[in-house]
């Protein structure tokens, strides 16, 4: 069973940082890319940022700039260090890793439950 944990929203003004973090546990034979999206209220889910196995990394114009992906492969975890936040940037921030489990050859998509991100102006 593999599961993703996060941690790190919470409530910040305008202008401010948090950082994100997301680790994955449990029989994972490997870990290949992982990133983070996210879900306003009456919008649908977007990509906000990814990053592979050997770091290589993807924003949404949206973002670029102020967010930044980075992951420790040694502790199967992502981060989302947020700067410069405004109340556009107010979602449930997800976490999702493609995941080879210990018991197979073939990597699967997993997300974790989200953590609420507001920003307020």
């Known amino acids: 069973q593999v599961q993703l944990v996060e941690s790190g929203g919470g409530l910040v003004q305008t202008g401010g940082s948090l950082r994100l973090s997301c680790a994955a546990s449990g029989s994972i034979r490997r870990i290949n890319a992982m990133g983070w999206y996210r879900q306003a209220p009456g919008k649908q889910r977007e990509l906000v940022a990814t990053?592979?196995?050997?770091?290589?990394?993807n924003y949404a114009d949206s973002v670029k700039g102020r967010l930044t992906i980075s992951r420790d492969n040694a502790k199967n975890t992502v981060y989302l260090q947020m700067n410069s936040l405004t109340p556009e940037d107010t979602a449930v921030y997800y976490c999702?890793?493609?995941?080879?489990?210990?018991?197979?050859?073939?990597?699967?998509?997993?997300w974790g439950q989200g953590t609420q991100v507001t920003v307020s102006s």
């Open positions: 999702n890793a493609e995941v080879v489990p210990a018991t197979s050859f073939v990597s699967f998509p997993y």
């Open positions: 990053i592979t196995s050997g770091g290589s990394t």
